[in-house]
């Protein structure tokens, strides 16, 4: 599964990259880092209950992307929001692993992957 998380990586490192911008303009790639933010929100919560021991692993993924894309003022907001948004509607959806909360983490993941392989195919330099 690590591999799968090698584009996560490759995204932050990609983000990292891109000049830091002086007002709080929205970027054209806003949109799928509120996505994969909401992912990591949901993959945090659901690993958690799914007995991973991954501890805060998806959270810190949050932050590194967070430290990375640098964002400020609404667009930090927004991000943020995103995280909590999917860590917060799959906690009232489930209070224990089911099959469900598996089948989710694997669609979540590979979404989360495919997110961060398009972004950097797209926007890393």
Same mark, same amino acid.
């Given at each position: #599964?690590?591999?799968? &998380?090698? !584009?996560? &990586?490759?995204?932050?490192?990609? %983000?990292?990259?891109? +000049?830091?911008?002086? /007002?709080?303009? !929205? =970027? +054209?790639?806003?949109?799928?880092? /509120?996505?994969?933010? *909401?992912?990591?929100?949901g993959?945090?919560?659901?690993?958690?209950? %799914?007995?991973?021991?991954e501890?805060?692993?998806?959270?810190? *993924? #949050? /932050? !590194?992307?967070?430290?990375?894309?640098? +964002?400020?003022?609404?667009?930090?907001?927004? #991000?943020? =929001?995103?995280?909590?948004?999917?860590?917060?509607?799959?906690q009232?959806?489930?209070?224990? %692993?089911? +099959? =469900?909360?598996?089948?989710?983490?694997?669609?979540?993941? *590979?979404?989360?992957?495919?997110?961060?392989?398009?972004?950097?195919?797209?926007?890393?330099?």
């Amino acid at each position: #599964m690590s591999t799968r &998380f090698l !584009a996560i &990586f490759a995204l932050i490192l990609a %983000c990292a990259s891109v +000049p830091a911008r002086a /007002q709080d303009v !929205a =970027a +054209p790639f806003d949109g799928d880092l /509120q996505r994969l933010a *909401e992912i990591l929100g949901g993959l945090h919560y659901l690993r958690g209950i %799914c007995g991973s021991n991954e501890g805060n692993k998806w959270r810190n *993924e #949050m /932050q !590194a992307l967070i430290d990375a894309e640098t +964002p400020s003022g609404e667009r930090r907001t927004r #991000m943020i =929001a995103g995280f909590n948004r999917g860590y917060n509607g799959f906690q009232q959806t489930y209070r224990s %692993c089911t +099959p =469900a909360a598996t089948v989710a983490i694997r669609r979540y993941i *590979e979404e989360g992957s495919k997110i961060s392989r398009d972004l950097t195919a797209r926007y890393a330099n």
